[in-house]
């Protein structure tokens, strides 16, 4: 069964308009993608260490699973030929480019000197742009966004232009295409480098123009919160997911104590400024003040985030901020929108998938292999 | 050996089929045995401390016994719960614990001012204020403020009624969430520990990582509590107003308890028999480092501030320190890699 086995595409073009990037896949609407095959997409480690670019289908079957030498954090899929980007996470160096229907890789695209990977990258909808989120190691820091173009197989490098900011880490196309928004962690690293070289956060989102021009830039009043996920809504509605950074460990031993009550998740609706996105002091007990993947759903206009450190998945109303879901999955890792709720995988455990049942939810334990999931996942279609 | 390692993490990462029929039946035989054997009676247990605690606590309040017999009882409430941590798995985000019950570290003495600012508000505390408020006014290291302080005189009638009326609260407060905890783990998540696939666990190595998780935090929060109260790792300035159960003097007794609680996971059909079966020589090193972890202990039987003020016994509890450090590290990197189970991945090491 090629439909279910390859993550081929056919009559695609038009799909992978209203689909774009992975983190734009919510995007599209409910009746285009009901009874439709897809492949799931994401980096995977096993427990020995090896990091692995990873394509199954929804069912569970492998369709490949290709060793890579580094460890690989968010996925571009071509919009419509079967190909897709796997981007090393910072300080990677590394971006795999492999056949989606085999997992083959075609080429590696090698960080320029001066720079590595965050981690993030989108491909233009055209299918012949891969845009990449960098670090100048001689600024250790400022944000560019790397813009290559695909020739035959391989990337090269055509322009970059400033994101505005420290760290930038995800980014997204605005609906109309015109320009990013991009999550700017705020945490400076040196090359070859995880570690913070202080405890200072300069996070931003920031609005940026395609010709890399600076349209809006939002903060955060706490001073802690590093701004490192964004997902936006068809109507331009932008939330953010942040992680605490603490001078110790990541912990909360220190004795701060968060502005606000926290500020876990902000959004960022049409015409307005960057605000906290209401959560009870029982969604934010537990989660460690730590979110990975951040998603929504349009159809059903669902915000979900994973808590890996909490071990939770949340659901929430976008509009009226309801919390829909609070669900005990342990280093619940990548979200992804699809028919009628999301999938989200684990880094430890089994993966589910969080159904529309009447508004309310309903959990299956999904037969993908358990554990090993990185914080992404994306989502191709037959 | 090189072989089982390639195939641990190739069944880890989902690459080959199942595994084979005898290491299916050990796994769930251990899982059964620290699930039937060990984590419900520690459940258990917990519950029934937590009872006598809050009827030790009526009791005192009202006069009828004396201070040193309710003192006992919160040791004992706190040695069930230390003893609890390696089995901790909440079965639901409700059911998470944690500060819940104990609230450490206490960096600012924030048990002591905020019981003292509610207490000075003179409202009628109920269960349900004490829930919405600070988690620093609630569970063992608030009760042990009221029972322990040096400046606290229980005696007088005047002081004792005052922090009773946060000491019965919270005592009850503490049994209600055993209770609770105790009921979902009896009726429910042993069941879904034990009876795999199911809605939560792909199979019983689902189960089995969940409990090593809890272990493996379980060491890790007993070294850290150690650590800060004595300066390691660090330049050895000691914080003992930051170690567990300072105002008691029980650091040490809930360290023992939380080590011979470890042990009990270990031995038997616990996590040595596993082990043992993938790694004889691993099972081996953990038996000889609990070995010498429990006798270090065992030397080690003063106050711990006494035993900050001489530098031969910091010596003695900076080997301490070291061996709970090896032992540690022996689950959290090898004990985890032989049986193939990631304990971290993007929780600890995400982005």
């Not at chain 1, 028919?339 to 969080?354: E, K, L, N, P, Y």
């Amino acid at each position: 069964m090629a439909i279910e086995m390859r993550c081929s595409r056919r009559q695609f073009l038009q799909q992978a308009l209203l689909l774009g990037a992975a983190t734009t896949m919510a995007a599209v609407p409910m009746s285009a993608l009901a009874e439709r095959a897809y492949c799931l997409l994401s980096a995977r480690s096993d427990a020995a260490g090896q990091h692995f670019c990873a394509g199954y289908t929804q069912d569970g079957k492998q369709v490949f699973q290709t060793p890579v030498p580094q460890r690989c954090h968010d996925i571009a899929p071509h919009p419509f030929l079967p190909r897709v980007a796997f981007v090393a996470r910072r300080p990677g160096t590394q971006v795999y480019w492999l056949d989606s229907r085999d997992g083959r890789i075609l080429a590696t695209l090698h960080a320029r000197a001066d720079r590595h990977f965050y981690g993030h990258s989108l491909f233009d909808a055209a299918g012949e742009r891969l845009y990449l989120v960098e670090n100048d190691t001689k600024q250790p820091g400022r944000g560019v966004v790397g813009v290559y173009r695909l020739q035959r197989e391989r990337f090269v490098f055509e322009r970059e232009f400033a994101t505005h900011g420290i760290e930038p880490h995800q980014f997204v196309w605005l609906p109309d295409r015109s320009g990013f928004a991009i999550a700017n962690g705020g945490v400076r690293t040196e090359a070859n480098s995880r570690e913070a070289m202080s405890d200072v956060v300069e996070s931003s989102l920031t609005i940026v123009n395609l010709d890399g021009s600076l349209r809006s830039r939002d903060t955060l009043a706490d001073v802690r919160a590093s701004i490192r996920h964004v997902a936006v809504a068809q109507d331009g509605t932008l939330v953010t997911g942040q992680q605490y950074i603490f001078a110790e460990g990541n912990t909360l031993d220190d004795g701060y104590e968060p502005a606000h009550g926290g500020s876990l998740i902000a959004i960022k609706r049409p015409q307005q400024s960057l605000q906290l996105f209401p959560l009870a002091a029982a969604q934010m007990d537990g989660v460690n003040y730590y979110s990975a993947s951040i998603t929504v759903h349009n159809g059903l206009r669902w915000l979900a985030a994973s808590a890996p450190r909490g071990n939770r998945l949340q659901i929430w109303h976008l509009d009226s901020t309801a919390n829909l879901l609070d669900y005990a999955l342990p280093d619940c890792a990548g979200i992804v929108a699809v028919d009628d709720g999301f999938i989200a995988t684990s880094g430890q455990q089994a993966c589910f998938q969080a159904h529309n049942a009447n508004h309310s939810i309903v959990m299956q334990r999904l037969a993908l292999p358990a554990g090993g999931w990185d914080n992404h996942l994306s989502i191709a279609y037959s | 050996m090189k072989f089982y390692r390639s195939l641990v993490a190739c069944c880890f990462a989902g690459l080959c089929g199942a595994n084979s029929a005898l290491a299916a039946s050990l796994e769930q035989q251990t899982a059964e045995h620290l699930v039937n054997n060990i984590a419900l009676p520690a459940y258990a247990n917990w519950q029934h401390n937590n009872q006598v605690f809050h009827t030790a606590s009526e009791q005192f309040c009202a006069g009828k016994i004396e201070l040193t017999a309710v003192r006992s009882q919160w040791l004992a409430a706190l040695h069930a719960w230390v003893a609890l941590q390696p089995v901790l798995v909440p079965p639901s985000p409700a059911d998470h614990l944690g500060l819940q019950i104990q609230f450490w570290p206490d960096k600012r003495n924030l048990a002591a001012k905020q019981s003292e600012e509610l207490l000075n508000k003179k409202e009628a505390l109920t269960a349900d204020s004490l829930a919405k408020g600070s988690v620093a006014v609630r569970g063992l290291t608030a009760s042990e403020y009221i029972l322990f302080d040096r400046a606290h005189n229980l005696a007088d009638p005047t002081q004792r009624a005052r922090y009773c009326s946060l000491l019965q609260v919270n005592t009850a407060y503490q049994l209600a969430q055993s209770q609770h905890i105790l009921k979902v783990w009896q009726q429910e998540f042993a069941q879904q520990l034990l009876q795999t696939p199911n809605a939560r666990y792909a199979d019983a190595m689902g189960p089995l990582a969940e409990l090593l998780r809890a272990q493996v935090t379980a060491f890790d929060v007993m070294r850290k509590k150690l650590g800060v109260a004595i300066g390691q790792p660090g330049d050895g300035t000691p914080q003992p107003y930051q170690a567990e159960a300072w105002r008691s003097g029980d650091t040490l007794g809930g360290l023992q308890a939380g080590v011979m609680a470890s042990r009990a996971l270990w031995d038997g059909g616990g996590w040595r028999n596993l082990a043992h079966s993938k790694q004889p020589e691993l099972a081996q090193k953990i038996d000889e480092a609990y070995t010498a972890l429990q006798a270090q202990l065992a030397k080690l039987q003063s106050p711990l501030d006494s035993l900050l003020a001489t530098e031969a016994s910091k010596q003695q509890l900076k080997v301490l320190y070291g061996q709970l450090n090896t032992l540690h590290l022996l689950y959290e990197k090898e004990l985890s890699k032989a049986l193939g189970v990631q304990l971290g991945f993007n929780g600890t090491d995400g982005d």
